[in-house]
Structure formats: C-alpha cells, structure tokens
C-alpha cells in the first residue's frame, strides 16, 4: 500500500530564500511529526499534529520555521530565510492513533535540503 | 539529548543471530521501550516495541530485562539487508516524538 510520501526529495537553497517542504501522509492517519536530522546523527523531532491542530511546535529551532497541516492530511514545512545551518534531512512520519508515544511511526524517505 | 544508550557500531556475519544491547538509565514505569532502524537514504522504520514482557514479531525479537534499564533487540538470521542504523528510544507521557540517539551502526558480513 501506499506509506508516507515526501516532495521534494532533494532541494537546494542559495540562503535567504524560502522553501516549502511537503508530506503526505498515509491516508486517514490522525497523527503527523516532522524531523529533522543532520548528517550522522539521528533524527531530532520538531512539531507534532494530531489532525488539522499542532499540539506541539517545541522542537522547532527558530521562528523562521512554520507548520502547517490546514485539513488534517497533506502538512507542509515552510522555512523562511533559509541559512547554512538548517542543511539537513526533514523526515516526515505518521501514525494512526492520536498521541502515539506507545504506537509505531510510519516515515517518509526525507527531504535532503542543502542550503548554499 | 538521548535518553538511551547504544554501541556505536556491531559487526556480524550474515544468516548468524545478532544480539543489539541498548540501554535505558532514565526510563520510567509508563515508558514503552521502541527499536526503529534506518537502511542507508531511507527513512526510519519501525521494527518492534514493548513495555515488560518479551515480544516477538516477524522481524525481531525483543528481550527486556526485569529491571527494565536494558533491552536486546535479537535479529535471529542475519542478512545482507540488514545492514542499517538501529536506534533504540524509551518514550511516554511529555513529549509526543521521538528521542533518537545516534544508534548503532550494524555492519554484515557475507
């Protein structure tokens, strides 16, 4: 069956320019995380959403980072004013049960985002 | 930071069992113990998780010690696909994501 899909895979950002990261989650999945993860460490979790509502942005890194999942499904991961730093992968993941600490995550293949 | 603790790398011979140690100093009663493992330009994956009792699914084993600061995720039969980063997490009530380490890189051997 169809798991979570993620566009771009590969996206290349001179800094300063913004960019929007999309993820589709699997279908009727109520919970959405978004990770980020630098080369050779594991991923380190940003937002959280259970439907359309983002329970959790603690992870997020700085205010130019923003989440959105506006009908519940498709989310997209918007990072403005890009810089060197936020070089990284963006793992998208989701879960059929809300609050799923005790349930598996299902993730994406990742988004690989260079910032030049 | 990490809450647990892994071996940086483990090397095994394909189709022999491998034991992966993990532990879990700071875990709680009302944490589940997860392992994900993450092949080379994938996304993470799920491989097992549990809260007391031994567990057994068609991927792995996971042995959990009674004082629970320590699990083993047993890959019985080693193959070449295999090969992947393991990360074992214990997570509960608090944050809704993840904690990853840095896991333990699995090398196979052929």
């Known amino acids: 069956g169809a798991g979570v899909s993620q566009s771009p895979r590969y996206k290349v950002a001179k800094r300063g320019q913004d960019v929007a990261l999309r993820c589709d989650p699997i279908?009727?999945?109520?919970?959405l995380f978004w990770y980020q993860q630098a080369l050779g460490q594991g991923p380190e979790f940003l937002t959280y959403f259970q439907n359309e509502a983002q329970l959790d942005k603690s992870g997020l890194p700085s205010d130019r980072f923003f989440a959105e999942r506006p009908e519940g499904s498709v989310s997209t991961l918007k990072i403005q004013r890009t810089q060197q730093e936020d070089s990284a992968v963006y793992l998208c993941?989701?879960?059929?049960?809300?609050?799923?600490?005790?349930?598996?995550?299902?993730f994406g293949p990742g988004t690989r985002l260079t910032v030049t | 930071d990490a809450k647990t603790t892994q071996p940086n790398s483990m090397e095994s011979n394909e189709e022999e069992p491998v034991h992966l140690p993990c532990n879990h100093s700071t875990i709680s009663g009302t944490d589940y113990i997860h392992w994900y493992r993450q092949l080379p330009s994938q996304g993470p994956e799920y491989v097992i998780h549990?809260?007391?009792s031994n567990v057994n699914n068609r991927m792995a084993s996971l042995a959990i010690a009674e004082d629970r600061k320590s699990s083993t995720l047993i890959l019985h039969r080693a193959t070449l696909r295999d090969a992947a980063v393991y990360y074992c997490?214990?997570?509960?009530?608090?944050?809704?994501?993840?904690?990853f380490g840095k896991g333990t890189h699995l090398i196979i051997q052929p």
């Open positions: 549990g809260l007391t």
């Open positions: 997490l214990d997570s509960g009530g608090g944050a809704d994501g993840l904690t």
């Open positions: 279908s009727g999945h109520v919970s």
């Open positions: 993941a989701s879960s059929p049960r809300p609050r799923t600490v005790n349930y598996e995550q299902y």
